[in-house]
T-cell receptor, first 113, second 112 residues
Framework: DAKTTQPNSMESNEEEPVHLPCNHS???????IHWYRQLPSQGPEYVIH???SNVNNRMASLAIAEDRKSSTLILHRATLRDAAVYYC??????????????FGTGTRLTIIP | DAMVIQNPRYQVTQFGKPVTLSCSQT?????MYWYQQKSSQAPKLLFH???????NEADTPDNFQSRRPNTSFCFLDIRSPGLGDAAMYLC???????????FGPGTRLLVL
């Protein structure tokens, strides 16, 4: 699996937008960019994924660079409940036999009240 | 609500004493996964099932085995737990053609 690089930690103020970066310079054409987050003492939770175009859902937005070598997860208005470790993961398309997620070290997001 | 359930949430076992962790799902997903997450580390895949087809990761120790008797249930067996096996064990499910995995809350294993 292609590797991703994320900052170890970030802080943000409550009710402000948060931009979580991820570099994936060795991404291949069929790799999807996935984001999961893990709240304290819980299992990981799917946030969003995309291939080339920017994506929005009720939790977040995903902005993907034109060359796909980086992406940014955007939380539009952070709350204390968004404090978690955020993982950026590359996953080879819907190829059967490649269902696994290879987690990197992730970014620990702290929200300041 | 459809979900992934793991029992127990906390498990204490003795060094070398076999232990079984269980996972059940109400999502009717055909893929089930077991991940190991050690303290302050990212989850690491141990193995997964596509229906009854078992797929072991190359670096998963032989000490770890799994059973999937039906679609809903999957078990993780640790034959002879060592101190280094203390970790959170996460179960996840997905549909084969879908991109999203759904995780349970995990079972934290303590080895004494």
């Amino acid at each position: 699996d292609a590797k991703t690089t994320q900052p170890n930690s970030m802080e943000s103020n409550e009710e402000e937008p948060v931009h979580l970066p991820c570099n994936h310079s060795t991404i291949s054409g069929t790799d999807y960019i996935h984001w999961y987050r893990q709240l304290p003492s819980q299992g990981p939770e799917y946030v969003i994924h995309g291939l080339t175009s920017n994506v929005n859902n009720r939790m977040a937005s995903l902005a993907i660079a034109e060359d796909r070598k980086s992406s940014t997860l955007i939380l539009h208005r952070a709350t204390l409940r968004d404090a978690a470790v955020y993982y950026c993961i590359l996953r080879d398309g819907p190829n059967f036999g490649n269902e696994k997620l290879t987690f990197g070290t992730g970014t620990r997001l702290t929200i300041i009240p | 609500d459809a979900m992934v359930i793991q029992n127990p949430r906390y498990q204490v076992t003795q060094f070398g004493k076999p232990v079984t962790l269980s996972c059940s799902q109400t999502l009717n997903h055909n893929v089930m996964y077991w991940y190991q997450q050690k303290s302050s580390q990212a989850p690491k895949l141990l193995f997964h099932y596509y229906d009854k087809d078992f797929n072991n990761e190359a670096d998963t120790p032989d000490n770890f085995q799994s059973r999937r008797p039906n679609t809903s249930f999957c078990f993780l067996d640790i034959r002879s737990p060592g101190l280094g096996d203390a970790a959170m064990y996460l179960c996840a499910t997905s549909r084969r053609t879908a991109q999203t995995q759904y995780f349970g809350p995990g079972t934290r294993l303590l080895v004494l």
